[in-house]
């Protein structure tokens, strides 16, 4: 019951675009679970590419005909499930929509629950956002960044980081520099870090806390207390096993 009102606590109606690296699907997916747990009517899409094998099993429309793609969701959620739209498949990855089309959806249907993932990371635990990143629509009402603390004593390496250079230059630091909780700090505040282009309500969600010494995460989160986020997830574990831990409020670290 606990886990169920931290999640609903982080759902409201309109579109949710999730940003970041490091659970950005793993966060799409329990944010589903658990709307369609309590009926909520919910739609999945993405305004970026994602691997397919990460949407499939919510077995969505693939069309760009606008029209064709609402009237496939609506039909869905009046049916108690979840509804599904992209533009198509490209290799193993689907190809996200426009922006505008889920905001027109959102202006049709004010009472759904648009989930999308808006920024691609090819499954490494840290990024930076490109020229044209994060795709995030105008009538965004909450932005999730996503943030992998296991990055915290780790190097910067293409290995762990996409889009390495911009990271770098946010940072300020060279590549094989160890990640402290003051250079997590640069990237989240920064104009061109994770939450560049955000919209609405502004969530940074940390995943693996439970594989960090705590008292680095505290240094993180006293360094963000004037940035202006709503809330502050932590969760342990990831895709199946992700709980959040603790959910700091606006109100708690102001």
Not at 5 to 24: D, E, H, Q
Not at 52 to 57: D, L, P
Not at 88 to 112: F, N, R, S
Not at 160 to 189: C, D, S
Request: net charge neutral; aromatic share 8%.
């Amino acid at each position: 019951m606990e886990q169920d009102m931290r999640w609903r606590r982080l759902l409201r109606p309109g579109i949710t675009a999730i940003v970041g690296a490091g659970g950005k699907s793993t966060v799409l997916a329990k944010l589903v679970e658990y709307g369609k747990m309590m009926k909520l009517p919910i739609m999945v899409s993405g305004t970026t590419r994602m691997y397919e094998k990460q949407v499939e099993f919510y077995k969505p429309i693939y069309t760009d005909n606008e029209e064709e793609g609402r009237a496939y969701c609506a039909g869905l959620i009046a049916e108690g499930k979840v509804g599904g739209w992209f533009r198509g498949i490209e290799d193993d990855k689907v190809v996200g929509v426009e922006p505008a089309w889920l905001t027109a959806v959102q202006q049709k249907y004010p009472e759904w629950y648009i989930i999308a993932e808006a920024d691609g990371s090819r499954e490494k635990w840290l990024k930076a956002p490109g020229a044209g990143e994060p795709s995030v629509p105008e009538e965004t009402k909450t932005t999730i960044g996503v943030l992998n603390l296991q990055m915290l004593g780790h190097s910067l390496t293409p290995e762990r980081v996409y889009r390495l250079e911009q990271v770098m230059t946010i940072m300020g630091r060279r590549e094989g520099a160890v990640v402290t909780p003051r250079l997590l700090t640069r990237l989240i505040t920064h104009p061109h870090g994770m939450f560049k282009g955000a919209k609405g309500r502004r969530i940074l969600f940390c995943t693996g806390y439970n594989k960090i010494q705590h008292r680095m995460v505290e240094v993180l989160l006293d360094d963000l207390t004037t940035f202006g986020l709503d809330e502050i997830v932590l969760a342990d574990g990831y895709r199946a096993t992700c709980e959040i831990r603790q959910l700091i409020g606006k109100d708690d670290f102001q």
